[in-house]
């Protein structure tokens, strides 16, 4: 009798720790807040890979840079301490030097433009080369098109931005873009408001939901809609933890958050007439056409920076601007 009752103990006992071994926790971590793209990337996915996996899988999102800010975070990838991440295209190019071909002026000039490239063979080798950094790199989704806003005067033209102290991401291309436009960058990482509100920097610039979520229009005056860089995030892995699941598994994180990034870029999409009138509602004064020929002729001769000098990097992105 207290064999048989042993013996069902240790049934249950490896029952109960062969189903804890077969599930996979997924600490996933974003910058930014509830409601904000990249939120919204991982809570679809958060909610998809429940249904699907029929609760197998399952993702603990840690947003507001609770895991620390986004270079961070990759470096926490790279250790397999942080399974999964939804970050800013910017911050990657201190990672590898070929994620600086995304951030590039005026390189995709809309939307049908961006998921061509970004979800076919080209965006599919920038994903690829992450490897080289124990990143692996699964999908693209969206924060937008950048737009400057700054808290001293009306920008028409690249002369109205001579001077102006704007934030930056972490990445050398947007630090060298407003060089060349003639400001004074600031790389910071995110969140920025406090240093907005202060006077610390003059500007800053990012895609609408930003203005909204994040209520700058509370604290920025101007606004003009230049539109110069498409800014992906890009959806990322640990290496390491990746190449530890099985192909079954693999492939439906792959398919999940791919679908949790094309919602996402619809949602997206589909939200900003509404933030540009409520922006200008709360009495933000906003250029809407600026002198985009005047920016572009600034930033015309970025490719032959040293950035771009690695040999792949500027075959791919002389193959994009073919293609675009
Ligand atoms: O999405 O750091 C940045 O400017 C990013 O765009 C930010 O994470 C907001």
Redesign the pocket.
Known sequence: MKKTVLFIAAVALLAFTGTAMADINIKLAV??KPG???NIVAAKFEELIAQRSGGNISVKVYHSASLGN?TEILQQIQMNTIQMAVI?G?PFDTFDPIVRVVSYPFLLKDYAQADAILDGPLGAEILKSLERSKIKGLCFSE?GF?NLSNNKRPVNTPEDVKGLKIRV?SSTIHKSIWQALGANPTPM??P?YTELEQGVIDG????LW?MEVYKFYEIQKYMTMTRHVY?CHIDVASLDWWNSLNPADQALIQKTIHDAAVFERQDNRSKNAARLAMLKEKGMQIVENPDIQAFRARVADLKNLDLYSDPQVKALLEKILDAT
């Open positions: 910058v930014t904000s793209a990249q986004e800013t910017g924060n950048r991401m990482p995110w920025i800053q610039e990012n895609p930003v800014s």
